[in-house]
Structures are given as C-alpha cells and as structure tokens.
C-alpha cells in the first residue's frame, strides 16, 4: 500500500509531526510505504531512524503568505499527477486528498476566537487580511468535497467541523492521537528531585512545565504571569517560538531567572517532565496537542483551557483542572492540581493508557482498508459506465 501523507512544512519540533512520525512507525509492520510531500523538513534521529520512506518536495513560491498558500496547492497537484498513490492524506487545507486531518484545527474557529480577545485593530485585520479570507475558501471548498473523508482528533473538533461547515457525521472519523506508552513513564520522587537539581532548580518546590510551539497561542505569557503570582512555584518552558527572547526578555524584568529555566526547542523533552510536578497548556485553541499526552503517561496532571481537545476528558478522569487563558485562573487550577497532586498523578496516568498507539494504528489502519476498497469499487461502477 502506497500512502502519501502531506505536510507543508515538516519540523520534528512540532505536534502533528510528531503525530505523522508515530503513525508511520505504527504502521510499518502491515507493509505500508509512506511517502511526505513537503516544502521543507528538518530531520532528527527519529526521521532518519525510518526505512522505506520517500521524502517529495513541493514548491511554495511566492511573496505573500496568501501566494505561497495557493502555490503549495499548486506544486502538490502536480506531484499527486505525477505520482500513483492508494491513498492521499492531507496534514494542510488543500483539494485533492482523500483524508483531511484536522490536527490544526478550524482555522473560521480559531479566527473568531482570536477575535475575541484582539484590540479593535487586529480584529479589524483578522476580516481583511486576504490569507485569513483564503484559508477559510479553502475549508469551505473541502466541505464541498464530496470524497473527502475528514479524521477529527478531537470531539472538539468534530463538532466545530458540523457547525461551521454543516459537514455531515459520516464523513467525519473520530481518531484520538496515540502514544506509546512505554516511550514516557512516570518516574521516582527522587529522580524528580534529582532532575530539578541538574537543571538549577529548587528540588523541594512544586514545578510546573509547559512544553509547545507558539508561545503567545499556547498561552506561555499567561502561564509566566500565574507563577510571577506564586512565589512557591517554578516554571519550565520548552518550545521553539519568534517570541522566544521576548519570553526570555520578560523573565528577567520580573527578575524570576532562579525559579523559571527557559530551554528554546529540545529534541528531548523527557527531562523537563521528569523534573516537573505538573504539565500546563492554556492555549488560546488547540484541538489535541500531544504533548499534555506525553505529560499524562509522565503522570503529570495537566491544566489546559477548555479550548484545547482533551479537556473534557481530564474533568471526567479528575487528571487535573480546566482554566481560563488568564493568569489569575491559571494560578487557581496550578493551586487546586497541587493540593491533589497524588491522587491527579495516578489518575492522570491511567487516563493516558486510553491513547494506546497501538489502537490508534489500527482504526487508522481500517480507515485506509475502507477508503481503498471504496475507491476501488468508485473505479468499478465507473468503467462500466
């Protein structure tokens, strides 16, 4: 089976990514071969480390953030013509595919709630900016696809996905991201306190990491103001991001260098959440990142907005608290999750043995045995025509 899978620009760093990655070594046993079609990619040892594997590049020339958009459609068109693939899934908002992933989210869902906490100024560009206007084209243009089968990581998600675009159920498959749980586990409260130590900290104080690519999104500011407001509780953030020296910059005008360490982008992340008591990630909108799934198998309890995708599920399992993306909420859940850390702890791993990689390989798996079998028979009814 030939599978490519489409992702604009390939950073290991990222969340989906990470995602693509884990699919791919999930399905190696079953005689998939991948191919990624992107602009770009850096590789680490986790690529390299995969056999049998085609990397296409695409072009997305232009001046523009909107030219490069429709470019990139432009430059995978024809790759997609000039190469034979059973199955084509897409990590962007393009035509053409035969899966979507939603792993970005809806971009109409995250531009009105953006809007919702932007001056005037930025809401008034939010409505002429032409890159917004054509994304969301593009979504509504995917809507129309009748063969287009969308994959929601979230119920978040899918639910976004009928109201804003009245898809209808069946065209929508519901595939939490997997982990694997052996890669993450938890660890001793003597290596955490040893860890803390390595890395400048005071190891008897309650220690909360936030690990994510784009920091104003994801709510690193916020986070950074809710500790500035806890004098007992440090704070590690880890991520790559264009406001990282702004990020470091406010550190030292709050003059916390001694109990906030950031580390800028890690191939690693597994000693920061060895270090840490608990996770947090109050983003502004994210649909299922799968770093608060690393954190779980950690048996970190996490702390996340009610916007991101698995929020719902750490009320139900009580592994941990739901804020609002402000730093006195933040400060409150930081405070709750503390006080009920061991018993959040244990929850928060048993609530990561539902994300089994494992099963998620194979719901994945009997997607594209579906979507094979009815583009075979499309090609049937077809010729006979």
Same mark, same amino acid.
């Given at each position: 089976?030939?599978?490519a *899978?489409?992702?604009?620009k390939?950073?290991p760093?990222g969340?989906?990514?990470?995602?693509?990655?884990?699919?791919i070594q999930?399905l190696?046993?079953?005689?998939i071969h991948?191919?990624?079609?992107?602009?770009?990619w850096?590789?680490?040892?986790?690529?390299s480390s995969?056999?049998?594997q085609? /990397? *296409?590049?695409?072009?997305?020339n232009?001046k523009s953030?909107?030219?490069?958009?429709?470019a990139?459609?432009?430059?995978?068109?024809?790759?997609?013509?000039?190469?034979d693939?059973?199955?084509?899934?897409?990590?962007?908002r393009?035509?053409g595919?035969?899966?979507?992933?939603l792993? %970005?989210g809806?971009h109409?869902s +995250? @531009?009105?709630?953006l809007? $919702?906490?932007?001056p005037w100024y930025?809401r008034? /560009?939010l409505?002429?900016?032409p890159y917004?206007?054509a994304?969301?084209r593009?979504?509504?243009?995917?809507a129309n696809?009748?063969?287009?089968t969308y994959?929601?990581?979230s119920? =978040?998600?899918k639910q976004?996905?009928i109201? /804003?675009?009245?898809?209808a159920?069946n065209?929508? @498959?519901?595939i939490?991201?997997?982990?694997?749980?052996s890669?993450f586990?938890p660890?001793s409260?003597?290596?955490?306190?040893?860890e803390?130590t390595?890395?400048?900290?005071n190891p008897n104080?309650p220690t909360?990491?936030f690990v994510?690519s784009?920091?104003a999104?994801?709510?690193?500011?916020d986070l950074?103001?809710? !500790?500035?407001s =806890?004098?007992?509780?440090q704070l590690?953030? !880890?991520g790559?991001d264009?406001?990282?020296a702004?990020?470091k910059?406010? !550190?030292?005008e709050?003059?916390l260098?001694?109990?906030?360490?950031?580390t800028?982008?890690q191939?690693d992340?597994t000693?920061?959440?060895?270090?840490a008591d608990?996770?947090?990630?109050p983003?502004?909108?994210?649909?299922f990142?799968?770093? !608060?799934l690393?954190?779980?198998?950690c048996?970190?309890?996490? *702390?996340?907005?009610?916007?991101?995708g698995?929020a %719902?599920?750490?009320t139900k399992h009580?592994?941990?608290a739901?804020?609002?993306?402000?730093?006195?909420?933040?400060?409150?859940?930081?405070? *709750?999750? /503390?006080?009920n850390k061991d018993e959040?702890?244990?929850n928060?791993?048993?609530l990561s043995?539902n994300?089994? =990689?494992? $099963?998620?390989?194979?719901l +994945?798996?009997n997607?594209?045995?579906?979507?094979i079998?009815?583009?075979?028979?499309?090609?049937?009814a077809?010729?006979s025509?």
């Open positions: 089976m030939k599978i *899978i489409i992702r604009r390939f950073n760093f969340g989906a990514e990470k995602f693509i990655l884990r699919t999930g190696s046993n079953f005689n991948t191919s990624i079609i992107a602009e770009s850096a590789k680490n040892d986790d690529v995969l056999t049998g085609d /990397w *296409i590049k695409a072009e997305a232009g953030r909107t030219s490069k958009f429709l990139f459609q432009r430059s995978v068109d024809h790759i997609l013509e000039t190469h693939f059973d199955l084509i899934q897409s990590h962007e393009l035509l595919a035969d899966i979507y992933r792993g %970005d809806i109409a +995250w @531009v009105a709630r809007a $919702k906490v932007s930025t008034l /560009w409505k002429i900016d917004h206007s994304v969301i593009m979504e509504k243009a995917m696809e009748p063969h287009l994959v929601a990581n119920r =978040l998600v976004e996905l109201d /804003w675009y009245d898809v159920e065209r929508i @498959v519901l939490e991201n997997g982990i694997d749980g890669a586990t660890t409260p003597a290596l955490k306190a040893a803390k390595k890395l400048g900290l104080a909360v990491v994510g784009g920091f999104r994801k709510g690193a500011f950074l103001d809710a !500790v500035k =806890l004098a007992e509780f590690i953030i !880890v790559h264009k406001q990282l702004k990020l910059k406010r !550190v030292k709050y003059a260098d001694k109990r906030v360490l950031v800028g982008p191939h992340v000693p920061f959440l060895t270090a608990m996770f947090c990630l983003s502004l909108y994210d649909s990142p799968n770093a !608060v690393e954190a779980l198998c048996a970190l309890p996490v *702390i996340v907005t009610d916007a991101v698995i %719902d599920a750490v009580h592994a941990g739901v804020c609002e993306k402000e730093a006195s909420s933040i400060a409150n859940a930081l405070q *709750i999750v /503390w006080q959040m702890s244990q928060a791993r048993k043995l994300y089994d =990689l494992g $099963k998620a390989s194979e +994945w798996l997607l594209y045995s579906t979507l079998n009815q583009k075979k028979v499309g090609t049937i077809h010729s025509h």
